[in-house]
């Protein structure tokens, strides 16, 4: 995603998080996306706390590279949203599905397994 592409996806999600219930998961797919800049980083931040203002009580990321798995990581811990998300990489991690499902569900937390 580049940073017009952030803007839409935060545009998006504003309009579609008008309509939610007062508290909600999400699994968020991202293997696809490459590392941020500053810029792009700052707009995920300040997406994600749209999510976190909307309801979102836990939420399940999954990304397809090392870096960029510490790089949301770090992000989260920044911007505070840690508590409630985490982050999955699937290239290493086979069975990162159930382990996303089971942090969402039941708050099993796949950092401490």
């Known amino acids: 995603m ?3 592409e952030l803007h839409e996806w935060i545009d998006d999600s504003q309009a579609t998080l008008q309509d939610s ?3 909600f998961g999400v699994l968020v797919d991202m293997r ?3 590392l941020l800049n500053d810029d792009e980083q700052q707009l995920m ?3 994600q706390q749209h999510y976190q203002d909307a309801g979102m009580v836990r939420s399940s990321v999954i990304l397809d590279s090392a870096i960029l798995t ?3 990581r770090r992000l989260a811990k ?3 949203i840690y508590d409630w998300e985490r ?3 699937a290239g ?3 069975d990162w599905h159930q382990q996303a499902v089971d942090w969402l569900v039941d708050e099993i937390d796949p950092d401490y397994q």
Do not use: A
């Open 70 to 72: 510490l790089q949301f």
């Open 87 to 89: 982050y999955l990489n």
């Open 78 to 80: 920044e911007s505070g």
């Open 32 to 34: 696809d996306l490459k």
């Open 21 to 23: 219930p007062d508290e």
């Open 92 to 94: 290493t991690t086979d």
């Open 45 to 47: 931040r300040d997406g």
């Open 2 to 4: 580049d940073e017009e």
